[in-house]
T-cell receptor, first 113, second 115 residues
Framework: DQQVKQNSPSLSVQEGRISILNCDYTNSMFDYFLWYKKYPAEGPTFLISISSIKDKNEDGRFTVFLNKSAKHLSLHIVPSQPGDSAVYFC????????????FGSGTQLTVLP | KAGVTQTPRYLIKTRGQQVTLSCSPISGHRSVSWYQQTPGQGLQFLFEYFSETQRNKGNFPGRFSGRQFSNSRSEMNVSTLELGDSALYLCASAHGPQGPGNTIYFGEGSWLTVV
């Protein structure tokens, strides 16, 4: 039972364009969502997070949108840079077990120069 | 400030042996959690410790265990290793009590190969 789903295993975009990575969840108890970036043989690096009381959070080139009714969130990277090429994981947690993250399967982003 | 430190980074064990992995959280962080990453199952939560007490446990057999020391450092142990235990084991730390808003930071992981 996959509670967090990233349906696109890969995404390619041109440098300078917008990258949009999507994530869906099924567990309505999730109230905190995080995005991580991961290079091979390294641990995930925290990018940005959003609480369920918000519908948008911005940090520099990264913006996360949350649509609670659709149980959907997305990460926008604008403008995309070649250094953004990595696997991006969406993760979710629920109050009461806030540090038990449930991860999606990841999306490999490739930014083409 | 220093990040989450895991040792060893790479190790090879034989089926049936046991292994202990170590994690030092970010200074001041009292929560340490462990995750397993495999190609087939992705990133899966093992367990979390806060102030030396296990707070949450994932769906793993009893061969997987852990503990946390008074200085917040943590160890995880896998006994009677199986080939399927080959994975990247990630430690993560967070500051503060349970509740949203506590960002979780990961170490670089320990690569375990069971032969």
């Amino acid at each position: 039972d996959q509670q967090v789903k990233q349906n696109s295993p890969s995404l390619s975009v041109q440098e300078g364009r917008i990258s949009i990575l999507n994530c869906d969840y099924t567990n309505s108890m999730f109230d905190y969502f995080l995005w991580y970036k991961k290079y091979p043989a390294e641990g995930p690096t925290f990018l940005i997070s959003i609480s369920s009381i918000k519908d948008k959070n911005e940090d520099g080139r990264f913006t996360v949108f949350l649509n609670k009714s659709a149980k959907h969130l997305s990460l926008h990277i604008v403008p995309s840079q070649p250094g953004d090429s990595a696997v991006y994981f969406c993760a979710a947690s629920a109050s009461g077990s806030a540090r038990q993250l449930t991860f999606g399967s990841g999306t490999q982003l490739t930014v083409l120069p | 400030k220093a990040g989450v430190t895991q040792t060893p980074r790479y190790l090879i064990k034989t089926r049936g042996q046991q292994v202990t992995l170590s994690c030092s959280p970010i200074s001041g962080h009292r929560s340490v959690s462990w995750y397993q990453q495999t190609p087939g199952q992705g990133l899966q939560f093992l367990f979390e410790y806060f102030s030396e007490t296990q707070r949450n446990k994932g769906n793993f057999p009893g061969r997987f265990s852990g503990r946390q020391f008074s200085n917040s450092r943590s160890e995880m142990n896998v006994s009677t290793l199986e080939l399927g235990d080959s994975a990247l084991y990630l430690c993560a730390s967070a500051h503060g009590p349970q509740g949203p808003g506590n960002t979780i930071y990961f170490g670089e992981g320990s690569w375990l190969t069971v032969v």
